[in-house]
């Protein structure tokens, strides 16, 4: 589905902290030791950066980095998911899932840069064709490799703004 192009697919990016320290075990407590609750805690942080910025009301829906059918069932969360919809809780915006992960790609830790970009190179698909501006949320931010795709992704899709809010940049 290709409903609009971009040539710059994020607008902005925004994380709360590094991943080294506190924020990275936080991180990990939700991801790996399955510490669901962590998310409502990570999702208030990650709102509080958002209106420090002056972001909190800059877009029109919120949605996340989505997982392979495959990845999601073995996890039993997608935990870009879980932050996404504590964020908008807390900001007041609704939540819907518009990025589909068609391809079961291998894990982007183990990867160098130039290998994640490749990694991900046309993994995702829009839902539907919408309009707006969408605040795209993710746990990680290594390179940026999958944001970009997601974002080049919602562009195609149709949205006119992309702007990318993650807990921890590694």
Same mark, same amino acid.
């Given at each position: 589905?290709?409903?609009?192009?971009?040539?710059?697919?994020?607008?902005?990016?925004?994380?709360?902290?590094?991943?080294?320290?506190?924020?990275?075990?936080?991180?990990?407590?939700?991801?790996?030791?399955?510490?669901? $609750? /962590? =998310? #409502?805690?990570? +999702?208030?942080?990650?709102?509080?950066? !958002?209106?420090?910025?002056?972001?909190?009301?800059?877009?029109?829906?919120?949605?996340?980095?989505?997982?392979?059918?495959?990845?999601?069932r073995e996890r039993g969360f997608n935990q870009a998911?879980?932050?996404?919809? $504590? /964020? =908008? #809780?807390?900001? +007041?915006?609704?939540?819907?899932?518009? !990025?589909?992960?068609?391809?079961?790609?291998?894990?982007?830790?183990?990867?160098?840069?130039?290998?994640?970009?490749?990694?991900?190179?046309?993994?995702?698909?829009?839902?539907?064709?919408?309009?707006?501006?969408?605040?795209?949320?993710?746990?990680i931010c290594t390179t940026g490799s999958t944001v970009?795709?997601?974002?080049?992704?919602?562009?195609?899709?149709?949205?006119?703004?992309?702007?990318?809010?993650?807990?921890?940049?590694?």
């Amino acid at each position: 589905m290709n409903c609009g192009t971009s040539a710059r697919s994020i607008d902005r990016a925004l994380f709360v902290g590094p991943y080294d320290g506190a924020w990275g075990a936080l991180v990990r407590m939700l991801k790996f030791d399955r510490e669901i $609750a /962590v =998310a #409502r805690y990570l +999702g208030q942080r990650m709102a509080d950066a !958002l209106r420090a910025e002056g972001l909190a009301g800059g877009s029109d829906l919120v949605t996340f980095v989505p997982m392979s059918r495959r990845d999601r069932r073995e996890r039993g969360f997608n935990q870009a998911e879980l932050l996404a919809r $504590a /964020v =908008a #809780r807390c900001i +007041g915006c609704p939540t819907r899932r518009v !990025l589909a992960k068609t391809v079961r790609t291998p894990p982007q830790g183990r990867l160098s840069a130039a290998a994640r970009k490749r990694n991900l190179r046309g993994a995702f698909r829009p839902l539907r064709c919408e309009q707006g501006r969408v605040l795209l949320v993710d746990d990680i931010c290594t390179t940026g490799s999958t944001v970009e795709e997601c974002a080049l992704t919602l562009r195609r899709g149709g949205f006119q703004s992309v702007t990318v809010l993650a807990v921890a940049r590694a």
